[in-house]
Nanobody, 118 residues
Framework: QVQLVESGGGLVQPGGSLRLSCAAS????????MRWYRQAPGKERELVAG????????NYAGSVKGRFTISRDNAKNTVYLQMNSLKSEDTAVYYC???????????WGQGTQVTVSS
């Protein structure tokens, strides 16, 4: 069955770094656009970063551009989100998403908590 399993979340001080991982299984990972979303308490889920299939072109929300880096390893069926210079406003549950532009399959992970606090 399809699985997306996030890891790497935790508590970090402002200015610190975390690296999130999302391990995928049950579908052809290399054919899917991979995205990271986040949802803070009381707020709607928002797109943080995405990376295309094939060309591996990244894109970012304006609020994280220059601080976050998305990457993927198709050999390991894993997508990463390197988060640097973290701010308190980055505190949220981070979700991994896989989307196929061909058949519109849309898969979600269970989320991992990121808390930025001193």
């Amino acid at each position: 069955q399809v699985q997306l399993v996030e890891s790497g979340g935790g508590l970090v001080q402002p200015g610190g770094s975390l690296r999130l991982s999302c391990a995928a299984s049950g579908f052809t990972f290399s054919n899917y656009v991979m995205r990271w979303y986040r949802q803070a308490p009381g707020k709607e889920r928002e797109l943080v970063a995405g990376i295309t299939s094939g060309s591996n072109i990244p894109n970012y929300a304006g609020s994280v551009k220059g601080r976050f880096t998305i990457s993927r390893d198709n050999a390991k069926n894993t997508v990463y989100l390197q988060m640097n210079s973290l701010k308190s406003e980055d505190t949220a549950v981070y979700y991994c998403n896989a989307y196929s532009i061909w058949n519109r399959n849309d898969y979600w992970g269970q989320g991992t908590q990121v808390t930025v606090s001193s």
